[in-house]
């Protein structure tokens, strides 16, 4: 049977001669439905994590979602589940439960099959400009999804993969609409981008 959940601990034990950082958290992570973004329940019983230090177990979560594992994109579509924990009456701190979150999170899913997903650029320009951008979107992998125009400009709707758009895009666009196009691009869960441009992302976010 397929794994469809992974499970990650994280825990923080200094001792420095006075006050120490104490904090251990268990987390569960596994794939949420397609554009359903992020998800964080807390499903601890029996007090394991203080109620007061749970706010910081998820802003824990949030921090490591957003700075992702793979080439740096953030998580999408994932729900995480806060099952266990230890805290210390003395040592435990909010900063030792946001630390150990973040390793919690990260041992998790280290042992999940990541892959890096394909993005949704929106694009407005002049529609004179239109037959280029297109040109372009498809040059780079890109499946247009939709067109509106709005008066003298029209927006462009696309999934990319996020390779194509690295190094020198918004050079190449305002190039193509001289400087009158602007576009924004956010990742997304439509579909897994190819082997060959994840391991080109991997290997430009090591350099």
């Not at 992702?68 to 030792?96: K, N, R």
Request: charged share 20%; proline share 5%.
């Amino acid at each position: 049977m397929e794994v469809s959940r992974w499970r990650g601990e994280g825990k923080i034990d200094k001792q420095n001669g006075g006050v120490g950082q104490f904090a251990r958290v268990v987390l569960d992570i596994e794939v949420a439905a397609p554009n359903s973004g992020v998800h964080i329940v807390n499903a601890l019983v029996g007090g394991r994590i203080p109620r007061p230090f749970v706010p910081a177990v998820e802003a824990g979560v949030k921090d490591a979602l957003q700075q992702g594992l793979l080439a740096g994109y953030p998580f999408t579509d994932v729900m995480v589940t806060i099952v266990d924990g230890q805290a210390h009456a003395v040592d435990s701190t909010e900063i030792a439960f946001r630390q150990a979150s973040v390793l919690a999170f990260r041992d998790a899913a280290r042992k999940a099959p990541l892959v890096i997903l394909v993005a949704l650029l929106d694009i407005t320009c002049p529609a004179e400009y239109l037959g280029a951008v297109l040109s372009d979107v498809a040059r780079r992998r890109g499946s247009v999804q939709g067109q509106e125009f709005q008066g003298q400009d029209v927006a462009v709707s696309a999934q990319i993969p996020l390779a194509e758009t690295i190094g020198g895009y918004a050079t190449t666009l305002r190039s193509l609409t001289q400087g009158r196009a602007s576009y924004t691009l956010t990742p997304c869960g439509y579909e897994e981008a190819p082997a060959h441009l994840q391991s080109l992302l991997v290997a430009q976010a090591a350099v």
